[in-house]
């Protein structure tokens, strides 16, 4: 039995957020469909923010009741706050991706309260998830951010990652994700970020969250795998980028991910070369985007046989 | 202690090979002086072709001469067989690369004779080096091409990168140079080949060579690193591609390479500022070039400290 790693577009929301051009509501549904085609079982389509805030996501009614029209796919959203949490519900998405920073600063600057208030708050979260009826309670995820280092701060001390790790599991979450917000990581630090995570809030999924934005992501990917980390999100195109680096990479490129963890034999699912025709379809919507990733430069390997269809003939 | 690691640049060779207009000897001069002086140890100058086949190695001469004048620097050269050699050792160069493939259809594609024909050239070309007086022999590396992969047959076995490994170490190499040529390989792949290799011919250095044509070069580079791999080429701004995916990624990036070695505690000697900014020069003589890099666009993380200092103070 080949070991599933599960696989978690972010392009639609860490990837469109910065972008100053609207994508089309039906341009995003598109997407969700075709990736979702593709093999990918897992969105984050939009995010619950005030339009106000970030005009992108003005649709994110629409582009969820959309993406939840696609059998087999969970459709994921990130929530920043209570009133998020309120919309999603009243929505039925399947998945909230909560998230709040482990660096002071940066906590501060995105959500103005420490990290300690957004627990408090998360915990609201879950309160009023738990008041739902059983059948209609959103899968709700702790997202730590800047986990591996902070553009205000630097290096993140690991002992406050674990800390917020284990304060949101034991408010409720179902699911951590501890993210790379801005490129900092290196494989040893994944390492040990990434075990001493597990060690404390292992019995629940803890998913990796990586950006490229100094060309380590694919090995840090490699790291995580090495700690037993199974879910990863990462980005079409590698959409996404930085506000404070202009120009620079931004998530880890989704092909790119999909080839190596296909190629090392792991089971993600994911039709390599369906999900390279759809990176036509966010060119065609927004022509401006820049868009990353080496396999759609390069082709698949010569002779390459997907490790499906390689288990078949082994 | 810190681990130290040797990294080897190959750009001027790798990268400029199949780049159509020639950079100028002065250009290619400046550029390995100044590379040097950010503390790069070693650098592979040229290629000791026929003019008529690689018109920009027409000034091999002069680029060898001159970079043998940089002290503390180790002057590589490519050979392709034993004219080739003999021109190195003419120089004074203080090292030469042979390079063979270990797929069959690339080396006869290559240079027109099955591998077991260029063990024998390599022979010849030990057996050339013997003969020069003691305080005139250069280093010979053995370099096996498309080890993890070849753009005609696709997958390599792994046994066979491990015969012609053994064959050119008992033939004399002083080291071993096993290359990704083409950018195919994954991290559990190159777990395998380089543990294969390792455990015959350990007691020489053995150089992983990796191209990032899939986007998985720096997680291979960790790969490696994890086997006990402390030898590394790669290229200033990621030069080279890949002559069958125009467009595509070529080396690792040098920068990158030193960031994610530096961050994870290694001492590679090399003084990443003033790595970055060689690439100036790059752009300057060359700019139709295409040039990679990620830590380029994005800058150190805040506040880094490198590693030599984070030792220092610790």
């Given at each position: 039995m080949r070991q599933h790693i599960t696989l978690r577009e972010v392009g639609l929301r860490d990837g469109l957020?910065?972008?100053?051009t609207f994508m089309p509501t039906e341009d995003k549904l598109a997407w969700i469909a075709a990736e979702a085609a593709s093999g990918m079982r897992e969105i984050e389509v939009t995010s619950y923010v005030p339009p106000k805030l970030i005009p992108q996501f003005a649709d994110a009614e629409a582009v969820t009741l959309g993406a939840l029209r696609i059998p087999g796919l969970t459709v994921a959203a990130l929530i920043p706050n209570l009133r998020g949490a309120q919309r999603g519900i009243e929505l039925g998405v399947h998945k909230l991706n909560f998230v709040m920073s482990v660096s002071e600063t940066h906590n501060m600057k995105n959500v103005r309260r420490p990290p300690a208030d957004s627990v408090i708050d998360f915990r609201a979260i879950v309160e009023l998830i738990k008041r739902q009826p059983a059948n209609q309670r959103p899968i709700i995820v702790g997202g730590l951010s800047t986990a591996l280092g902070c553009s205000y701060e630097g290096r993140v001390a690991v002992s406050q990652v674990v800390k917020y790790a284990t304060q949101l599991v034991e408010a409720g979450a179902d699911e951590i994700v501890v993210a790379d917000t801005v490129g900092y990581a290196d494989p040893n630090q994944v390492r040990e970020v990434f075990k001493a995570v597990l060690a404390e809030v292992g019995k629940i999924p803890v998913a990796a969250h990586f950006h490229d934005t100094r060309g380590t992501g694919l090995a840090n990917v490699s790291a995580a795998l090495d700690c037993g980390i199974t879910h990863f999100d990462a980005s079409l195109a590698g959409l996404g980028g930085c506000p404070f680096a202009p120009g620079a990479s931004g998530n880890i490129v989704m092909e790119d991910l999909c080839f190596m963890l296909d190629s090392m034999g792991f089971d993600t699912g994911v039709d390599i070369e369906r999900l390279i025709e759809v990176r036509s379809l966010i060119a065609r919507s927004l022509p401006d985007i820049p868009m990353q990733g080496a396999l759609a430069k390069a082709?698949?390997?010569?002779?390459y046989v997907m490790a499906a269809a390689r288990a078949v003939s082994a």
């Amino acid at each position: 039995m080949r070991q599933h790693i599960t696989l978690r577009e972010v392009g639609l929301r860490d990837g469109l957020q910065i972008h100053p051009t609207f994508m089309p509501t039906e341009d995003k549904l598109a997407w969700i469909a075709a990736e979702a085609a593709s093999g990918m079982r897992e969105i984050e389509v939009t995010s619950y923010v005030p339009p106000k805030l970030i005009p992108q996501f003005a649709d994110a009614e629409a582009v969820t009741l959309g993406a939840l029209r696609i059998p087999g796919l969970t459709v994921a959203a990130l929530i920043p706050n209570l009133r998020g949490a309120q919309r999603g519900i009243e929505l039925g998405v399947h998945k909230l991706n909560f998230v709040m920073s482990v660096s002071e600063t940066h906590n501060m600057k995105n959500v103005r309260r420490p990290p300690a208030d957004s627990v408090i708050d998360f915990r609201a979260i879950v309160e009023l998830i738990k008041r739902q009826p059983a059948n209609q309670r959103p899968i709700i995820v702790g997202g730590l951010s800047t986990a591996l280092g902070c553009s205000y701060e630097g290096r993140v001390a690991v002992s406050q990652v674990v800390k917020y790790a284990t304060q949101l599991v034991e408010a409720g979450a179902d699911e951590i994700v501890v993210a790379d917000t801005v490129g900092y990581a290196d494989p040893n630090q994944v390492r040990e970020v990434f075990k001493a995570v597990l060690a404390e809030v292992g019995k629940i999924p803890v998913a990796a969250h990586f950006h490229d934005t100094r060309g380590t992501g694919l090995a840090n990917v490699s790291a995580a795998l090495d700690c037993g980390i199974t879910h990863f999100d990462a980005s079409l195109a590698g959409l996404g980028g930085c506000p404070f680096a202009p120009g620079a990479s931004g998530n880890i490129v989704m092909e790119d991910l999909c080839f190596m963890l296909d190629s090392m034999g792991f089971d993600t699912g994911v039709d390599i070369e369906r999900l390279i025709e759809v990176r036509s379809l966010i060119a065609r919507s927004l022509p401006d985007i820049p868009m990353q990733g080496a396999l759609a430069k390069a082709g698949l390997p010569r002779n390459y046989v997907m490790a499906a269809a390689r288990a078949v003939s082994a």
